[in-house]
């Protein structure tokens, strides 16, 4: 069975840039979660989708950052304009359904110069 | 905001010895689940105890919750180079906006 999969796997910009990430979750799976990992702490939940449809996204700075979920199945985070702080690892991750086991895909490794 | 606080930060062990990580957080919770962390394979779930339980098992994971005192354990026995990595402890909570919360890990080195 495949994996979520995640692109880029690496993206260098400047500040006040703006970079977008795409994930495409493991098939039939109805909730798709993005995560930020800043070096030396735990994820951090962004986002969560139940199919096209945003359960959670209260930790989401929503000045910058957007993310959507067309169709129900891939998704894209931006971010615009990035700042220094923006620095992370971006990990997607989608399960069954709300609750179930969370898979993970290999992340995005983003620097803002 | 991070529920869930590892302890110790940082673990080094010999191979074959046995590692025990602990986890505290502060609400109440639905489940708790351990992940593990390396540039390997990502981050990958390893077993998850519900708010019910007391002792799980899986191969050589062993976990323990008490949630009179909000922490769990993760103990690994006999333990491998190939379990270096990064030790997660997420906290299940909520109903209809159910969601996870990760701690800031422990890094376990496991050296041959």
């Known amino acids: 069975e495949a994996g979520v999969a995640q692109s880029p796997r690496y993206k260098i910009i400047e500040k006040r840039q703006s970079v977008a990430f795409w994930c495409n979750p493991i098939?039939?799976?109805?909730?798709l979660y993005w995560y930020q990992q800043i070096l030396g702490q735990g994820p951090k939940l962004l986002i969560q989708?139940?199919?096209?449809?945003?359960?959670?996204d209260s930790q989401l700075p929503k000045d910058r950052f957007s993310a959507e979920r067309l169709k129900g199945v891939d998704s894209t985070l931006k971010i615009q304009p990035a700042k220094l702080e923006d620095s992370a690892v971006y990990l997607c991750a989608s399960s069954l359904q709300l609750g179930d086991t969370q898979y993970f895909g290999p992340g995005t490794r983003l620097t803002v110069l | 905001s991070q529920q869930g606080e590892e302890d110790p930060q940082a673990l080094s062990i010999q191979e074959g010895e046995n590692a025990t990580m602990n986890c505290s957080y502060k609400t109440s919770i639905n489940n708790l689940q351990w992940y593990r962390q390396n540039s390997g394979r990502g981050l990958v779930h390893l077993i998850l105890i519900r708010s019910n339980e007391r002792e799980k098992h899986s191969g050589r994971l062993r976990v323990t919750l008490d949630t009179s005192k909000k922490s769990s354990s993760l103990l690994i026995t006999a333990s491998r180079a190939a379990d270096t990595a990064s030790y997660f402890c997420a906290t299940a909570s909520g109903g209809s906006n159910y969601k996870l919360t990760f701690g800031k890990g422990t890094l376990l080195t496991v050296n041959p």
């Open positions: 098939s039939g799976h109805a909730t």
């Open positions: 989708f139940q199919n096209n449809g945003v359960v959670d």
